[in-house]
């Protein structure tokens, strides 16, 4: 009787424990639902989703996983990315080791990076990645005193195409080279002597299509066409040729000319010469003249003069005859004779 009546007492303990278990646990399930795992709201960018930065207004973060100054700012930048719809700017971050063609195309040489865009123009912001700082530098706009990337910097660019082209290759060949050496276990030497073989090769490729295309896009004249262009080049070179001829005896004409005008001047500078010095002598012979007729006339005044003197003399001397003068006497008529003499000659001139 006991035994019989303790078995349905324990069914109905045991029934009682699993509805409490089932209640608590129909409780704790929607306090679990209400409060789900917190997702990032950092956006991952890549080389496919990039330009949606190129409206609206972005923060981009570029890190490498093995970069501890990128793993620094982690915390600040998810901060930062929770307050951005209260900011209402968009957050993103870029794996430059997956994502190398991307930081090629803002050419990042340094981790961390970070770059502010607005409506497409991007600036680089140089700050500490803490969040106080990027929160100050979106609410008070200090982007607006930063020099914009502009021309072939911006990402956006023709040049930045091309080194994100750049990069990407580096990228793959980076990958393939640990896949060789990490994964397979080939040495690091063959890797390399492989990379220089394939660069050879694809260089022969390459210079092997050029030649291609160019034999593709190239075409020949006709063989009658280009005798005829011969011919032309023929007569153009034979044309130039009598030019230059006709040029060189114009010159030469041209100097005989000037030789013989300048021959011409010389001689009439001669007979220019020669007539001024025929009117020097006859200016000279005018001005001789008159001296010479000025001395015949003295020469004829003296004449006169001559007679009377030399009668003054021969009288004096008969005078002078049976008396002998004496040294005083002769003294005085040698005085007045060098006197007369002296006049006479004053006069003469």
């Known amino acids: ?3 019989g009546r303790c078995g349905p007492l324990l069914t109905a303990l045991v029934a009682a424990w699993v509805a409490a278990a089932a209640a608590a646990a129909a409780e704790a399930g929607p306090e679990q639902a209400a409060l789900p795992e917190e997702r990032s709201r950092v956006r991952p960018m890549t080389a496919s989703n990039w330009t949606l930065v190129m409206e609206g207004e972005w923060m981009l973060k570029f890190y490498a996983p093995w970069c501890p100054s990128c793993q620094q700012t982690d915390s600040e930048w998810e901060t930062f990315a929770k307050n951005g719809d209260l900011l209402q700017i968009s957050v993103g971050k870029v794996d430059v080791i997956q ?3 991307l930081s090629g195309r803002f050419f990042v040489t340094t981790l961390p990076a970070f770059f502010h865009a607005k409506d497409g123009i991007f600036r680089r912001y140089r ?11 979106i609410l008070e706009k200090k982007w607006q005193s930063v020099e914009p990337l502009t021309g072939w910097k911006s990402p956006a660019s023709l040049t930045m195409s091309g080194m994100a082209g750049l990069f990407s290759i580096s990228g793959k060949i980076w990958h393939l080279h640990n896949y060789f050496t990490v994964t397979l276990g080939i ?7 492989f990379f220089v073989l394939a660069t050879l090769i694809f260089g022969l490729l390459m210079g092997l299509v050029l030649v291609v295309i160019s034999e593709c896009f190239y075409v020949p004249l006709p063989r009658h066409l280009s005798e005829h262009s011969e011919q032309n080049q023929e007569s153009e070179e034979a044309h130039r040729a009598e030019q230059l001829q006709d040029a ?3 010159k ?6 000037e030789n013989k005008d300048s021959l011409v001047d010389d001689e009439e500078e001669k007979e220019d010469l020669g007539d001024e010095d025929e009117a020097e002598e006859e200016e000279e012979e005018d001005s001789l003249a008159p001296g010479v007729d000025e001395e015949r006339n003295d020469t004829q005044d003296q004449g006169p003069l001559r007679e009377a003197q030399e009668d003054l003399d021969a009288h004096e001397t008969e005078e002078d005859v049976p008396e002998p003068p004496s040294s005083a006497d002769t003294e ?7 006197q007369r003499k002296s006049q006479h000659a004053d006069k003469g001139p």
Request: net charge negative; charged share 30%; with cysteine.
């Open 1 to 3: 009787m006991a035994a």
């Open 99 to 101: 994502e190398p063609g």
């Open 127 to 137: 700050g500490p990645g803490i969040y106080e700082d990027l929160q100050n530098y």
């Open 187 to 193: 040495p690091a030497w063959c890797s390399y002597v």
């Open 248 to 250: 060189e005896e114009e």
């Open 252 to 257: 030469d004409d041209s100097n005989e000319e």
């Open 332 to 338: 005085v008529a040698e005085d007045t004779l060098r």
